[in-house]
């Protein structure tokens, strides 16, 4: 195998080992709220959002997935999309109202953003 080649499959192999799928959550996550929760007057978490945009930097796949209009049917889509691009969000993916809405998510790979975001 010529020595290109075999830098070339190393530099793959690498880069499959590195990359993740990332899913972030948006409310509570990289924004939060000044009294009653309304979207549109969200405030962003710049730390938080600048240790995501890290993950995107270091070649991994960030989804965010939110539940905004899971039960009232609105479709925040497009407003959420501006969000995060006026907050400097690097993303690849954007998944609004699929996520269902829920109290308490039990799984192996979830972690809670408080002690993440330390």
Partial sequence: MSSQLNTLMKTAIGLLEV???????IDETICCYLGE???ELATPLKGNISKINKLFDEGNI??????????????????????????????????????????????DKAVNSSEYFK
């Avoid at 990359?19 to 959550?25: A, E, F, Q, R």
């Avoid at 039960?71 to 969000?89: A, N």
């Fill in 37 to 39: 929760r309304k979207y």
């Fill in 19 to 25: 990359t993740k799928l990332i899913y972030v959550d």
């Fill in 62 to 107: 960030i989804t965010y997935w939110s539940a905004r209009g899971s039960t009232t049917g609105i479709d925040w889509t497009e407003m959420t999309r501006k969000q995060l691009v006026s907050w400097g969000c690097k993303f690849h993916n954007l998944c609004v109202g699929e996520k269902p809405p829920y109290d308490l998510l039990i799984c």
